[in-house]
Each structure stands twice: as C-alpha cells, then as structure tokens.
C-alpha cells in the first residue's frame, strides 16, 4: 500500500519557550481513516494545519504523495493544497454565495487566474457538483444562500467542497463539534463513506473518544504537542485514554457519552 | 434568598467588594475604565462647542431680527424664471454626469488600493501601511481645494472637477472598502487558501462576494456625496449646476437660482430613495 503522507519529526512552536508540537512522526496509508485525540489545547489543530501548510512548522518534514512540501512556496504549494481537502468546525464558507457557488470553490486551484476571477467553471466540474449534492441531500438547496443552512447543512457544503477538490488526503479539524448528536452522525457517516468510496485518505480531530473509535481505522492520542499513542481502536485501552487525557474515566464523560448517543 | 447571596459573595470576595461597592450598597455592571476615552471624548466636544459660540462673536439680535427676510429669499426664489432654461438643463446634465464619472473612476480606484490596503488579503503589509498615509493625507485636504489646485492647472471646466472629486472619492473609497474587506473572516479566507487558490481568486471569488453589501452601500452614499459636493465645485470654477446657482444669486436672477436648486433638490431626493429601496432589496 502506497503512503500518501508521511509526518517526519513534526516540530510547532508559535513563540519562544513552548512547543504546540514536539517531534510527532507517523505515516497515513491510502485510504486509511485516521482519528486524532487529545485534550484542548493538545495540538492536534495545529498538526493538522501544519499538514497543508496553514501554518508553518518550526522543525520535520511532511512528505505527501512523495514531495517534501514542508518549505513549498506559490505554485507548488497550491498544487499540493488542492489534492488536500479540509472540512472545518465552523465550517468556513462565503455565507452570500449559494451552496453551488461555495461548492465550486473547490475547482478554483485547477483553473486559470482569469477563469477563477469570471467564474468560468467547466461544465463536467457543474455536474460532478449536482452528483455530490444529491448525494449528500442537497440537491434541492443549490441556489440557497449558505447563511440560510442548518449547520449540519453548511458541514455537507463544506464536504463537497473538499470533494470536488479531488482530495487524495482529507483533514477534518473537528467537523462534528458544533452539530447535535443526530448532525453528527449524519456528517461522520458521509464523510466515512465518500472517502471509502474514493478511496481518499482521511484525517480527523476529535473531541468524541466514542466517536473516533467507532469511525477510525486507526488513532493517534497527542498529549501536550506529544504523540503518546498510535494504534488501532481495539488497543485503546481506559487506561490508555486516561494516559492521554492525564485523568480518570469518571472524570472524562466519555460514558455518558457514549449512553446519550446509544 | 437574596442574603444568603450576598453574605456568600462577602465570604468569598469580601475585599474586592467592599471597598468599592458596598458603601453605597449598589452593584455596578460596567468597567469605568472602558467609558473613560468617551467621556473624555464628550467633555471635549462640550468645552470646544461652548468656546466656539463666545469665539464666533455672533451677532445673535440681528440674526433674528433679519430670520425673516429670508422667507423673502423663499419666496423670490420660487418665482422660477425660466428663460435660458436650456443652459440650466445643460448645467445641471454637466453636474450629474461629472458625478457619475467621479464615481465610477474612484471606485475603480478605491477597490484596487482597497484590496492592497486591507491588511487581511494584501500581499505586502508595508505597502498597506504606505498606501494608507498617502490615503489620510489625500482625505485631509478639502475637495474643493484639490479642485482648485487642479483647476491652476488645466483651467476651468469640468475636467477638473472630475479628477479633483475622484481624487478625494478614491481615497474615500480605498478606506471604507479595505475596512469592508477586513471585516471578511480570516477562516473564510483560510478555506480558500486550503483549496489552493491564489491570492487573486480568493479575492474575487470570497472577499468580494462576502464584503459585496458594505461595497454597495458605501458606494451609494458616496455617490449622494459627490453629487452635492459637485454642485459645490461649480462655485469654485468646476462648472455644472453649481456655477449656474452662483452666477443666478450674484446677478440677482433669483428666479434661475430658485429652478435650479429645486433641480438639485429633487435629484438628491431621487438618489435617496432608490438607494433606501436597494438597500433593502439586498437585506432581503
Ligand atoms: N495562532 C497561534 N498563536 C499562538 N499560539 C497558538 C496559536 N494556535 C494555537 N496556539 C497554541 O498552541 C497550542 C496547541 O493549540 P491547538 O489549537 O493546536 O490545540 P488543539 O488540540 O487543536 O485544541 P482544541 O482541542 O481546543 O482545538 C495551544 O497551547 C495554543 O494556545
Ligand atoms: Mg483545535
């Protein structure tokens, strides 16, 4: 199996002193769902964005689809963005414009200057658009303004926007966080399932433990910008969760959780 | 109930509260440091209004004792004459289409240095800084007397008048729009910037879109602006309506004067209402 991204010694400071990310290395494998845990504040945003370069590590190397992108400039590094989707906890979209619009943005780093500016978008890129719509169930919104979807609804623009970028790799910073538990089941689902189908890889932060581990073929645990674990969901032990979270069960609500949600 | 409370927050934070607060038994809700840059701000405005008044040495009996003979004015005014009416018309066509053309070229402008000035999306934070001076300094002087200035130059005419009033508007608009362009969310433009598109897609395709009510609105409000102050500049030598009130009041053509004010008048009424109805046509 061929390894689209390889995290090398990830280093992320943003000021003198401390270290939002400490040396993490891992690989993510074609088509492997990935879900990284860890309290607030552990880094797991920041080795996300790292990843496609929204912010600059201090120290590694990311190698992805074999090019170390970690010091690409201009041109070479949106070429390496748009084969990298991102779905966001606030979802992020330009609220005036309808959903086909926001959507098309996704294309935007395959076309001309020009072409961007005047919207030209290619026909076969429109209906590729509708197909994903449709299947997210929003085929009957295209011509709403974004400001007028439910959140749960924005997440599934935001989906198909990181689709029509024909993705190799996915990065979902929280994507459920600010939905309800029957939006976020929903939204994890498609997203499982349109990444299975295309076979893309997908990373995603999660504050849901139960969560990541019914999803995720595998999970990373960041503590303090540390990478304490890296396995599959079977080995996630309790103790294992009270080691990354640095406390006890009772104290993470995670089984209530996992009651409310069945 | 309301005991318990109190006695509670005496416990815990008694220090903190009692020396201010609990002698006069009330509990105040705002920070007096955030109201004090107003307060100040206001006492100023009072203490200069109050100097300005005694400064100005007003005669304020004649002023009242003379109140109305301007209802005389009213009235010889709206005894419309209208002879060479041809040349008011002409003017007053002079007048809107230098606004219009004012406007257009200073928005054009006002857009582009906009773009370069918002510190958000320009691709040089010194040049924003730069573009931005140069800006205030442009907007610190008059239009009138960038009219005038311009009007040493190439003479008389309507001519000036554009570029003087574009001059102005531009820096006008390089300011309301780059502000405008701020306001757009870092994260909206993240997400383009995640889907690989550059600098100048993202303009248009996110920041423009996003700002395009604040764009709209500044430019309608500034273009009911540059209507009245090019009816001003017509008395500096911009020609247009202005000139034809100007010469009309100096030459004691009332008549003319009154016809032409009442065109200014029903134009800027006219620009007013459609800009109210666009405006809430785009909230909609
Ligand atoms: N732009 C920034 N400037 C300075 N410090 C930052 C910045 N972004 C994040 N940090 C710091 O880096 C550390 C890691 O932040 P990060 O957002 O990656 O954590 P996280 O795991 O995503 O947290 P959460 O679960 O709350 O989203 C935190 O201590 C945070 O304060
Ligand atoms: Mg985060």
Redesign the interface.
């Known amino acids: 199996m061929s390894k689209p991204l390889i995290v090398e010694h990830l280093t992320k400071s943003y000021g003198p002193g401390s270290l939002a990310v400490d040396d993490v290395s891992f690989e993510v494998k074609q088509g492997e769902f990935v879900a990284i845990i860890g309290p607030s504040g552990a880094g797991k945003s920041t080795i996300l964005r790292c990843i496609?370069r929204?912010v600059e590590p201090s120290d590694g190397r990311i190698l992805f689809e074999g090019n170390d992108i970690s010091h690409v400039q201009g041109k070479k590094l949106?070429?390496?963005?748009?084969?990298?989707?991102?779905i966001?906890q606030?979802y992020?979209?330009?609220?005036?414009?309808t959903v086909m619009?926001n959507v098309m943005?996704?294309r935007?780093?395959?076309?001309s200057?020009m072409d961007?500016?005047l919207?030209r978008y290619k026909e076969e890129d429109k209906e590729k658009a509708l197909k994903l719509l449709n299947k997210v169930g929003l085929l009957e919104y295209m011509y709403k303004r974004a400001s007028e979807l439910s959140g749960g609804q924005k997440q599934r623009v935001?989906i198909v926007?990181?689709l029509m970028?024909e993705p190799s790799l996915l990065l979902c910073d929280e994507p459920i966080a600010s939905l309800d538990p029957n939006s976020s089941k929903v939204i994890m689902d498609l997203i499982y399932e349109l990444t299975k189908e295309w076979n893309i890889s997908c990373i995603v932060n999660l504050h849901q433990v139960h969560v990541a581990k019914e999803y995720a073929t595998r999970i990373i645990g960041i503590r303090q910008g540390k990478l304490v674990f890296d396995g599959p969901p079977s080995e996630l032990t309790n103790v294992m969760i009270e080691e990354i979270y640095n406390t006890s069960m009772e104290n993470l609500m995670i089984n209530g959780e996992v009651r409310a949600v069945g | 109930m309301k005991d318990y409370f109190m006695s509670d927050v005496l416990v815990e934070q008694g220090g903190f509260l009692q020396g201010k607060e609990m002698k006069s038994r009330k509990i105040r809700i705002n920070n007096p440091d955030n109201d004090r840059p107003i307060n100040i701000f206001i006492g100023t405005a009072v203490i200069l209004s109050i100097i300005s008044i005694f400064m100005l040495n007003i005669d304020w009996i004649m002023l009242f004792s003379r109140v109305g003979e301007l209802a005389g004015v009213f009235i010889e005014l709206s005894q419309f004459n209208f002879t060479n009416f041809d040349l008011v018309a002409v003017a007053f066509m002079e007048s809107v289409t230098v606004t219009l053309l004012a406007t257009l070229y200073s928005l054009v402008g006002g857009l582009l240095m906009g773009a370069f000035m918002a510190r958000n999306i320009t691709p040089s934070k010194k040049l924003a800084g730069v573009l931005s001076s140069y800006n205030s300094f442009i907007r610190a002087v008059p239009t009138p007397i960038w009219v005038l200035l311009i009007i040493a130059c190439l003479g008389f005419g309507p001519a000036p008048g554009i570029i003087g009033l574009s001059f102005h508007a531009t820096a006008f608009f390089a300011r309301a729009f780059s502000q405008a362009f701020e306001e757009v969310p870092q994260a909206t433009i993240e997400a383009l910037q995640a889907t690989g598109a550059n600098r100048i897609q993202i303009f248009f395709s996110a920041v423009l879109p996003a700002s395009m009510t604040a764009l709209i609105a500044w430019s309608a409000m500034r273009f009911e602006i540059n209507f009245s102050e090019s009816t001003i500049l017509g008395m500096v030598g911009g020609g247009g309506i202005g000139y034809s009130i100007a010469a009309s009041v100096t030459g004691y053509n009332f008549g003319r004067a009154g016809i032409s004010i009442l065109m200014v008048f029903v134009f800027a009424y006219c620009l007013e209402i459609m800009f109210t109805a666009i405006k809430r046509r785009m909230k909609a």
């Open positions: 496609n929204m949106r070429d390496a963005r748009r084969r990298i989707g991102m966001f606030h992020n979209l330009v609220y005036r414009l619009q943005h996704g935007l780093g395959y076309m200057t961007g500016i919207n935001g926007r990181a970028q």
